[in-house]
């Protein structure tokens, strides 16, 4: 195929059925063109040619030669795909259906996790001195201390900092706007990098580079990079999920434990409770978990949430900035 699938017409009809039709972000949609590269040009552009032993035969071969979360990838993408063709009436509605799931059951397996006193190691390994510790601290606390994600700290805009009110703005997976209580620790930590060490930049988004050209992070691959190197020089980096080990911190006691995303956190509240209780299950420990489905059970995890610290944050940048 002579034609680069990157500039193909019909995956470009795709992508903007997605944005329209679905929603679909930039990073999604550059998942799909990379896993639709391979799918195209094993199995060709001509929807006609598409029948369910070749669909089925393309994802076996995939999963033998690539881990589990990539051929899932690599499924979603395809599914989504024949969707649009099916909207198109450019192949059959039962074809759809042809398309295998890889076995997978969720919740199977606990969340690899970090030691606290290694997290804590991680946090002080940047160098406050310079710009580039100062921005890698306040990210690392963002990472260990509220679970965001890495795409959260790409997208963290100057707006979405509640400075009067000591809060922040995310939009987590599915893009629900989630309100999290802001810490003095952390909002300390930002406050220091926008006022003394943040370079001016035509961008709002919170962290830019640290050399020129000063821009916004690109994806949440720049994070994944930060937090690795992080790790290495504590020597606690092992595998490639650093940003999620970071994010799950093992919970030493009762009162920690349940502060544990349950609600105020950018999680999904049912799935997290269900691996709450998987692990003490495993542990073979008696701790309450907080009902966060009530009203009361929510504001005791905020309370618990912001350990008790008060607020006392003010907007680090100029008036007329």
Request: hydrophobic fraction near 40%; proline fraction near 5%; charged fraction near 25%.
């Amino acid at each position: 195929m002579t034609e680069s699938v990157l500039e193909s017409p019909v995956v470009a009809s795709f992508c903007e059925w997605m944005r329209q039709q679905r929603g679909a972000s930039d990073a999604t949609l550059s998942i799909y063109r990379f896993e639709l590269r391979a799918f195209i040009k094993e199995l060709g552009e001509d929807p006609s040619m598409y029948d369910a032993r070749n669909l089925r035969s393309f994802v076996l071969r995939k999963s033998r030669h690539s881990g589990g979360a990539s051929t899932r990838k690599s499924i979603c993408a395809i599914r989504m795909f024949l969707r649009f063709l099916i909207s198109q009436g450019k192949c059959p509605a039962s074809l759809y259906a042809s398309v295998p799931s890889l076995a997978h059951w969720r919740l199977s397996a606990l969340p690899r996790y970090l030691q606290p006193a290694q997290v804590e190691k991680i946090i002080a390994s940047a160098d406050l001195r310079t710009s580039l510790g100062s921005r890698n601290r306040a990210i690392l606390l963002l990472l260990a201390r509220l679970g965001l994600r890495a795409g959260d700290i790409v997208r963290l805009r100057f707006s979405d900092i509640d400075w009067k009110e000591g809060t922040i703005s995310v939009s987590g997976k599915g893009r629900r706007a989630t309100v999290l209580p802001l810490s003095q620790e952390v909002g300390q930590a930002l406050a220091a990098y926008i006022k003394d060490h943040r370079p001016q930049a035509d961008s709002d988004a919170v962290f830019v580079r640290s050399f020129a050209p000063y821009r916004a992070f690109t994806g949440s691959t720049s994070i994944s990079i930060i937090v690795a190197r992080a790790m290495r020089c504590v020597d606690q980096w092992r595998r490639e999920t650093a940003v999620g080990e970071l994010r799950h911190v093992e919970i030493g006691g009762p009162s920690k434990y349940w502060v544990s995303y349950s609600d105020g956190f950018p999680h999904n509240r049912e799935i997290t409770d269900r691996i709450i209780r998987n692990v003490i299950a495993v542990r073979g420990e008696r701790i309450k978990v907080p009902d966060c489905t009530s009203r009361q059970g929510r504001q005791r995890a905020r309370r618990v949430s912001c350990c008790n610290i008060p607020i006392t944050l003010t907007d680090p940048r100029p008036a007329n900035s």
